[in-house]
Nanobody
């Protein structure tokens, strides 16, 4: 079992930055590939970014490329999402997810992630 706890969200003005963190329980290899997703009220959960177990490969949704950076520290069982140049449309609940079955690659589909945190809210004011 893997438990995930996100933090770092908040209310920020457009153009601002936040750093989201996700801490996992258990062993690093149990988490496998990690991903960040977001969900706005009344909308479906969408892919934001993903990273392999080694951290050597990453992927981003087109809407966040160049503004968001995913990273991980396996010694701390943590994955991070640095978000810059925030826009009002980035407002959402940001969720961390783990896919233990994938280590050398990752999926961008939420259905493939086995473990989820409860999320941290990011609200961007214009």
């Amino acid at each position: 079992q893997v438990q995930l706890v996100e933090s770092g969200g908040g209310l920020v003005q457009a153009g601002g930055s936040l750093r989201l963190s996700c801490v996992a329980s258990g062993r690093s290899f149990m988490t496998g590939a990690m991903g960040w997703f977001r969900q706005a009220p009344g909308r479906e959960r969408v892919f934001v970014a993903a990273i392999t177990l080694s951290g050597g490969s990453t992927s981003y949704a087109d809407s966040v490329k160049g503004r968001f950076t995913i990273s991980r520290d396996n010694a701390k069982l943590s994955v991070y999402l640095q978000i810059n140049s925030l826009k009002p449309e980035d407002t959402a609940l940001y969720l961390c997810a783990a896919d233990p079955r994938r280590t050398y690659y990752f999926s961008t589909a939420a259905i493939n992630y086995d473990y989820w945190g409860h999320g941290t809210q990011v609200t961007v004011s214009s």
